[in-house]
């Protein structure tokens, strides 16, 4: 099984800054890797899948980056609605999530 | 626009069977290319994934729950469904019905998901 790692567990950042959150394989998903927003009470919603494509009707604010194990979601601008829990998923190999970063707002 | 409903008991017991189904409206279930996803979410913990159905009715499960798992579907009703055997108090979390409409395996479409708690 593919294990999803993602630091930091909790981040908080002023609005307007950058967010800068990770995720890890345990070995090479190429670029087979997405990402998700959850906000509290609601499911998960697709933001990136590809490591760098946005899914539909996601702000350009959020992007992707990385290939191989080492992955990058940024929130460019971060606004008071981007508070929420951001997990990563592989699909090379079956299915696997990351443990999530959690990120807030100062 | 397709939409997913997830259905099924809040609360189970242990060793019982839970059965949850999900509805799938706006679009046919039986759609060349559409493969039908059960996710579940600890509490506080990452997702993981259970196991889908084929438009077609093939089936491939996460092997850590492979010994447990069906997932079955149900054209006439436009529904499929999800069998987990065994219960115990670890198997309690949110439950989500998924799918991929974008050719490969990321969810873009998810049902509100449901909570369901293993307790006698």
């Known amino acids: 099984e593919i294990v999803m790692t993602q630091s930091p567990g909790t981040l908080s950042v002023s609005p307007g800054e950058r967010a800068t959150l990770s995720c890890r394989a345990s070995?090479?998903?190429?670029?087979?890797l997405a990402w998700y927003q959850q906000k509290p009470g609601q499911a998960p919603r697709l933001l990136i899948y590809?490591?760098?494509t946005r899914a539909t009707g996601i702000p350009a604010r959020f992007s992707g980056s990385g290939s191989g194990t080492d992955f990058t979601l940024t929130i460019s601008s971060l606004q008071s609605e981007d508070s929420a829990v951001y997990f990563c998923q592989q699909y090379y190999v079956w299915v696997t999530f990351g443990g999530g970063t959690k990120v807030e707002t100062k | 626009q397709v939409q997913l409903q997830e259905s099924g008991p809040g609360l189970v017991k242990p060793s019982q069977t839970l059965v949850l189904t999900c509805t799938v409206s706006g679009g046919s279930i039986n759609s060349a290319g559409n493969y039908w996803t059960w996710i579940r979410q600890h509490p506080g913990k990452g997702p993981e994934w259970i196991g889908y159905?084929?438009?077609?009715?093939?089936?491939n499960y996460n092997p850590s729950l492979q010994s447990r798992v069906t997932i079955s579907l149900d054209t006439s009703k436009n529904q499929f469904s999800l069998y987990l055997a065994s219960l115990t108090a670890a198997d309690t979390a949110f439950y989500y019905c998924?799918?991929?409409?974008?050719?490969?395996?990321?969810?873009?479409?998810w049902g509100r998901g449901t909570l369901v708690t293993v307790s006698s």
């Open positions: 998924a799918s991929r409409t974008g050719g490969d395996w990321y969810f873009d479409l």
């Open positions: 159905i084929s438009y077609n009715g093939i089936s």
């Open positions: 590809g490591a760098s």
């Open positions: 070995q090479s998903v190429s670029s087979h």
